[in-house]
């Protein structure tokens, strides 16, 4: 059975593997797993489209100002009824997400707000290290993707491109905690292998291919839990969870690693130290 990423946007170049194994190089004319939603007891088909259509807008994927796909091209793609479509829409449209404009389309709604601040890369680091001494980790898959179009735009590379996509729940006192999905050009990514994603962190595997983390930004947001994390996490579908984006630089520059980390609110916090030099005039 395929080993499912759960993003329709990213063309995988890997077979999948036998139930619980690791996928492993075929064909680059393979094809990603389908969108199609699978049902999921107490949460309505309608909810879950609208789930990963509401990532799909905070994610960058669908941008402001993007005209969302027809009614029906949606139904195809998550084998749902055009119903069900609607219902999904209509609720992005409550959230002010999307404007559906009579005869024209649906479009994605105005940008969110963006504060900025600066903190010490050391601070980072130290975080890392932290999270990778105190958890255990499970490698859910692993293999060669061509990305989503916003991942390609933040590396710079064109859009056929091709990276290696990680997705690792990390484990805290035995319990899953931390679902983390990582994006790492291919040139970079045949200095690692399967076996260490199992037992390293991925700092330190950047490093010992020559590429230290030395800048970068990182981006605090919420999404609620689609099926396909819920399921990891041990977490009802629909339930919030802090979202961690990360672009990370090597010393001359390079982007080497999009990083995202979604946690339960119930477990992870975000603490901010407000020195003098960090407070306003």
Known sequence: MPLGNGDPHAQDVRTAAPAGGIA??????AKAPATAIERVKGTSL????????RDGIRNGRYKAGDSLPAEDELARSFAVSRVTIRSALSSLERDALIERRQGVGTFVAGGMHS???????ADLIAHIADIHRTTTVRLVEVGLVTAPPEIQAAFGHPVDD???RAVRVRLLNGLPTFFVTTFIPQAIARHIDEAALRSTSLYELLARAGHRLHSGTQVISAQLASPLVAGHLDVAVGAPL???RREHMDEGGLMVEHFEMLVSPASFEVRLRLDAETMPS
């Open 24 to 29: 492993s190089v075929n064909s680059p004319q």
């Open 46 to 53: 309608h909810h879950q489209v609208y789930l990963v259509l």
């Open 162 to 164: 091709i990276f290696q």
């Open 115 to 121: 504060a900025e601040t600066h903190a010490p890369v």
């Open 242 to 244: 802090i979202r961690v």
